[in-house]
C-alpha cells in the first residue's frame, strides 16, 4: 500500500514535470522588454500548404530551382521539398540525382523559403523585409555530417551582402550555435563576423531563435537568452533585409554527407514571428 502511494506519486510528478517542460519548449518568447512593439509579420505555417503570399520557394536567381555555388553547396533547391504539415514547415533533404544550372548534376535536392522576390518578380517589392525589428522563429534542426540548416536575412537589393545570420548549425556539431554577419567595409573589401556559443544539443527538440536588430547593435538569443551582443556600428546592416530559411547540403563549411548522415532529413519551423519598436 505504501509503495503504491509512493509510485502514484512519483508518476503525478513524473507527469507534472513533463508537462512543465512541454510548456516550457512550446513557450513563444517575445521581443526584449525594453520598449513597446508591434507585430508586423506573422506565420504559423497552420494551413496544409505553403503561403506564397509570404513566401518564395528559391534564391532571386529561380530558374526551376536553385542553389549558391559560391559556397560548392551539393543540393539543387525544388519546390517539392517544401511542404507545410502538422502545423509546420518541412524544408527536406533527401539523396536524389537532379539536374540544374547550366545541365549541371546534382546528388541531393532539398528545399528552402524567403519572403524576397525571384527574378521575375524584380520589379515589385519583397513579399517581406524591414528595417530593424525583433525576429522570433521556433524551429528543430536535424543532425547528421553534412547538413547545413540556416535562417538568415539578406538586402531588399538583391545584392550579397550585407548579411545578418540568426541561425546556422553544422549537423556534425549540433551542441554549437552558430551567429555570424558579413558585410562590405568602407574600403569596400567583404568583411566577416561571428560568434559559435556551445549549447545543449540543438537538435535534440523544438529551440527559439531570435534576433534583436537596431541601428546601433545586434543581439542573438536563444529560448530568451541572450547568446550575443554585436556593437560594431561599420558591420550592421541600415536597409531593410528579407528572411530566408533553408536546409543546406554539404559545401565548404559543413563537408559532404556520409554513410551515417540519415535522409530525407527535415528542417521544421514551427512559426515566424517579426516586430518592430513603435515609432521606428
Known sequence: ????????????L????????????????????????????????????LDRGKWTRCYWWDKNGCTNLANNELQWYVPDNVSVANGHLH???????????????????????TTGRNYAERAKPDRF?????????RARVPRGKGLWPAIWLLPSTQEPRPEIDILEVLGHATDTYE???????????????????KTADLADGWRVYGLEWRKDVV?????????????????????????????????????????????PADFLVDYVRVWRRVGS
Not at 513563444?28 to 504559423?44: A, K, L, M, S, V
Not at 533585409?241 to 548522415?261: E, Q, R
Open 1 to 12: 500500500m505504501v509503495m503504491g502511494y509512493w509510485i502514484a506519486a512519483l508518476s503525478g
Open 14 to 49: 513524473a507527469c507534472a514535470l513533463w508537462v512543465a517542460n512541454s510548456s516550457a519548449l512550446a513557450r513563444d518568447f517575445g521581443p526584449p522588454g525594453n520598449g513597446q512593439w508591434e507585430r508586423i509579420f506573422t506565420e504559423e505555417f497552420n494551413g496544409s500548404r
Open 91 to 113: 524544408l527536406t533533404a533527401k539523396p536524389e540525382q537532379v539536374v540544374g544550372h547550366e545541365g549541371r548534376t546534382f546528388n541531393y535536392t532539398s528545399g528552402m523559403v
Open 129 to 137: 523585409a524591414t528595417k530593424y525589428g525583433y525576429f522570433e522563429i
Open 179 to 197: 551567429m555570424h554577419l558579413h558585410y562590405l567595409d568602407q574600403q569596400k573589401s567583404w568583411q566577416s563576423d561571428g560568434k559559435s556559443a
Open 219 to 263: 543581439v542573438w538569443y536563444l529560448d530568451g537568452k541572450e547568446m550575443w551582443r554585436y556593437a560594431k556600428v561599420e558591420g550592421i546592416s541600415q536597409e531593410p533585409m528579407y528572411l530566408l530559411i533553408n536546409l543546406a547540403v554539404g559545401g565548404n563549411w559543413p563537408g559532404s554527407p556520409n554513410a551515417k548522415t540519415k535522409f
